[in-house]
């Protein structure tokens, strides 16, 4: 939600780990030097250095793993810090999805249904999608957090990217499971059993410490932030989870809500309008892809039935479901222009 990405001096540190000077990124990415002492740099600037990451080691995949896997945990920056002291795997991907906030572009939305959870990668811009090497090492993380963590070698059940991801046996390899490249979104798929698996780096003292502070600081950066993009944010990502009111968006905000629906009100939207903007724009985002059966999107968006969703969606596109992703299959094709 800012213009500016922080960079954290550990990123540097384990790139140096991996035997690539900060120096040469930057030259690669045709960046000034002094990029690497800046806290902070644009989207743009970010992008760059991933790119750069990624042709100095040559292989996307390599790139990924190599960076996932050595990159050290007491370089961990706060937020990654909290994640990794977090009581069990559920309780540090739900803590990485809220403290993502604080470092754009990417965003997460965790959904847990019947046997699975499945996280997905989303960007804050839709129109600037980020570099692949990004998403690459943004979901391996994941995995290994869940690995370090709870020390244990666990394996996903699916990694989902819509672009090519390098050498696949390599990611393969790395995640336990089959990688699917060309997929409507980028997405990790574990065994939801997983979730419940106790941390042993556990840290309830370290917690009462960082979680505060990093709460406040997020607190203050959604505030000083369009409060309607923030709502809406939250809502998509907490669709699958069950129902949504008012009291649940305004008590994570930490405010009243009615001091949230004012401050809605302020910006010309109503709770409601937002609710159904939400469903609307992310049921378009999940029925792009043709993996998902549209019960799932329905369920995905926050209908409880697939006739409700339906008729919701004739109200949004004028359309079914099934027409919609139809035609957006055939445009994605280039067999119809509009």
């Known amino acids: 939600m800012s213009n500016r990405i922080k960079i954290h001096p550990g990123f540097w540190t384990g790139l140096r780990q991996l035997g690539i000077p900060a120096s040469e990124v930057a030259r690669q990415a045709q960046l000034p030097l002094d990029i690497v002492t800046d806290s902070t740099v644009s989207a743009a600037d970010?992008?760059?250095?991933?790119?750069?990451?990624?042709e100095l080691v040559g292989d996307t995949a390599d790139a990924i793993i190599k960076l996932a896997t050595n990159f050290e945990t007491a370089h961990y920056p706060p937020a990654a810090l909290a994640?990794?002291?977090?009581?069990?795997?559920?309780?540090?991907?739900?803590r990485m999805a809220r403290y993502k906030q604080l470092c754009p572009p990417e965003s997460l939305v965790i959904s847990e249904h019947d046997e699975t959870c499945t996280i997905q990668l989303d960007w804050w811009d839709a129109?600037?999608?980020?570099?692949?090497?990004?998403?690459?090492?943004?979901?391996?993380?994941?995995l290994e957090l869940g690995r370090r963590g709870t020390g244990q070698s666990l394996k996903a059940l699916l990694v989902e990217f819509t672009n090519p991801m390098g050498d696949i046996a390599v990611l393969e390899?790395?995640?336990?499971?089959?990688?699917?490249?060309?997929?409507?979104?980028?997405?990790?798929?574990?065994?939801?059993?997983?979730?419940?698996?106790?941390?042993?780096?556990?840290?309830?003292?370290?917690?009462?410490?960082?979680?505060?502070?990093?709460?406040?600081?997020?607190?203050?950066?959604?505030?000083?932030?369009s409060v309607t993009e923030t709502v809406k944010w939250i809502m998509k990502r907490s669709f699958a989870s069950g129902h949504i009111n008012i009291q649940q968006i305004a008590g994570e905000l930490k405010?009243?809500?009615?001091?949230?629906?004012?401050?809605?009100?302020?910006?010309?939207?109503?709770?409601?309008?937002?609710?159904?903007?939400a469903r609307h724009e992310l049921a378009l985002i999940h029925l792009a892809d043709p993996s998902l059966e549209i019960k799932e999107v329905a369920f995905l968006t926050g209908y409880e039935d697939q006739n409700?969703?339906?008729?919701?969606?004739?109200?949004?596109?004028?359309?079914t479901p099934s027409?919609?992703?139809?035609?957006?299959a055939r445009w994605r094709e280039g067999l119809v222009t509009d």
Not at 130 to 138: A, H, K, M, Q, S
Not at 200 to 221: M, W
Not at 255 to 277: H, I, Y
């Open 83 to 94: 994640t990794f002291h977090a009581r069990d795997y559920r309780d540090a991907l739900m």
């Open 323 to 328: 027409n919609w992703r139809a035609r957006h």
């Open 255 to 277: 405010m009243s809500s009615r001091t949230l629906q004012r401050r809605l009100t302020d910006e010309g939207v109503s709770f409601k309008q937002l609710l159904m903007q």
């Open 127 to 142: 129109e600037q999608a980020g570099p692949t090497v990004l998403v690459g090492i943004t979901l391996a993380y994941l």
């Open 173 to 225: 390899n790395y995640f336990g499971c089959a990688v699917r490249i060309g997929a409507g979104c980028n997405r990790l798929t574990l065994n939801r059993s997983d979730l419940d698996r106790p941390f042993v780096s556990y840290n309830e003292e370290l917690l009462e410490i960082l979680t505060p502070v990093l709460d406040q600081t997020l607190n203050e950066q959604q505030r000083s932030s």
């Open 46 to 54: 970010y992008f760059a250095i991933w790119h750069s990451y990624a």
């Open 308 to 319: 409700s969703f339906y008729r919701a969606f004739r109200i949004w596109e004028g359309d």
